[in-house]
């Protein structure tokens, strides 16, 4: 099989299959999700998914459809005028537009790839709502340090923090006693096939989603929490996704160990890439550097040459995003990735561009 390092849709874990056999048997993806067996399912995976990634027990889980959709659904059931939105990248950006249309008084800021907003002087407008901001922006491999996050929450108590984690919830040990709304799809580093979105959302986020009581539309909030109470979703949901999220947190131990070994993985991506006369960094600064996913710079002319010769060597580079798709290539570090890759990975860049 080819080692693939797309940034999503992704490699996914090698027991997926046996899974999906499990379920099919079990009778499982027949499953009314107004059944027992359905809601069982489901509260396990909540209860799963709070304990590996460390999430507060006071925290409430929705399962939506993707990230997308999230985005959305802020805007709409969390927002009655305005969010304010940091970005640098094209997922930021795209979040702020979706934002925008639902709530035109929205503001956003872009930022460098090479320097934070400076959030010490910043003045947000007074009817901020919610600050949201990109944990991990695949498109350019940047990242939101934990830093950024806790002087924003120091700064403006007021505000909901709201974090797209799409490429980093559960490969990066997050703290989320400073953030209100976090979410991913689990195509990124949950290693699952995509078409299932988690919404993980704070005490604060809960009761501001019920002052506002927004009903709406299909994918209330407000609606969504309503059907949780009783482990159930409002629509049919992807039962074989919550399944296979179940199952693949229920045989790893914690989010901490995940992360140290992609913490090592990077590092030595990084030496390699730093040999590598002919390749260079997107982001100079390693301390805004992505560990989930590598964004790397090569001339225009060399990219294609670049992916041809992966192919040829068995390996699926990600193509570059957005502005930066003609002169980089990504390397995805996600957890499903197998160890084999990455050091067939290493060798073909050591061996070619070295
Ligand atoms: C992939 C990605 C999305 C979009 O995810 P979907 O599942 O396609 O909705 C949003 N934000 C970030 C940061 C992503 O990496």
């Known amino acids: 099989m080819i080692a693939t390092f797309n940034p999503g849709p992704s490699k996914v874990y090698p027991e997926v299959p046996a899974y999906v056999n499990e379920a099919y048997e079990q009778g499982i993806l027949s499953l009314n999700h107004r059944s027992e067996g359905f809601m ?12 590996r990634l460390n999430i507060p027990e006071s925290y409430k889980i929705v399962f939506t459809s993707s990230a997308t959709e999230c985005w959305e659904i802020i805007a709409q059931s969390v927002t009655r005028v305005m969010s304010y939105h940091f970005y640098n990248g094209a997922f930021g950006e795209r979040w702020f537009t979706y934002a925008k249309l639902l709530r035109p ?32 922006e695949t498109s350019n491999g940047t990242r939101l340090p934990q830093m950024a996050i806790e002087m924003l929450h120091r700064k403006f108590p007021k505000p909901l923090i709201a974090v797209d984690a799409t490429s980093s919830l559960g490969g990066i040990s997050i703290d989320f006693t400073r953030i209100d709304i976090a979410y991913a799809s689990v195509q990124k580093c949950l290693g699952l096939p995509a078409g299932l979105g988690l919404m993980i959302l704070s005490p604060r986020a809960v009761e501001r989603v019920r002052q506002l009581n927004e009903r709406t539309h299909y ?40 992360h140290k070994r992609l913490d090592e993985q990077y590092k030595e ?86």
């Not at 069982?40 to 995976?45: L, R």
């Not at 990084?270 to 040999?275: A, L």
Request: proline share 5%; glycine share 4%.
């Open 269 to 354: 991506l990084c030496d390699v890439i730093n040999d590598c006369s002919k390749l260079d960094w997107l982001v100079p600064d390693e301390y805004l550097r992505s560990r989930t996913v590598l964004a790397v710079k090569a001339s225009s002319d060399e990219i294609p040459e670049i992916h041809k010769k992966a192919n040829e060597a068995g390996i699926q580079l990600g193509k570059g995003y957005g502005d930066h798709k003609a002169g980089t290539f990504r390397i995805a570090n996600f957890p499903a990735i197998p160890r084999e890759d990455i050091d067939k990975l290493k060798e073909f860049l050591t061996k070619h561009y070295s």
């Open 219 to 258: 994918n209330s909030l407000a609606n969504m929490l309503d059907h949780m109470e009783k482990y159930q979703t409002h629509y049919t949901p992807n039962v074989l996704d919550i399944y296979l999220l179940r199952r693949t947190m229920e045989v790893r131990y914690g989010i901490q160990p995940i």
């Open 40 to 51: 069982n399912i489901s509260k396990e995976t909540v209860e799963l998914v709070k304990d």
């Open 105 to 136: 008084k929205t503001k956003g800021e872009k930022f460098g790839l090479d320097k934070l907003p400076d959030f010490e002087r910043l003045k947000l407008p007074k009817s901020t709502e919610v600050i949201c901001l990109t944990h991990n």
